[in-house]
């Protein structure tokens, strides 16, 4: 939601849900780092919801790290 626009952002169905730990500290990582690379608000939330959403079928904040960091190198 910004001033001017509201939009709803749905995640993709994750096909298994393993572990949550960390989904949020994933979503949040990637908001701040589409936002501050210039990023609208929406953009950023889209990318945010899709990595988490990928986030909960890995077990641990290790797996869910790693995952994260593949991301950041694409």
């Given at each position: 939601m910004t001033p001017d626009e509201t939009r709803v952002i749905s995640a993709p169905r994750a096909d298994t849900v393993v572990d949550t730990?960390?989904?949020?500290?994933?979503?949040a990582a990637v908001a701040m780092?589409?936002?501050a690379a210039g990023a609208?608000?929406?953009?950023a939330a889209g990318q945010a919801v899709e990595l988490a959403s990928r986030a909960v079928g890995r077990a641990?904040?290790?797996e869910t790290f790693?995952?994260?960091l593949k991301?950041?190198?694409k």
């Open positions: 730990t960390g989904c949020g500290d994933v979503f780092r589409g936002l609208s608000v929406f953009a641990g904040v290790r790693r995952l994260a991301e950041r190198e």
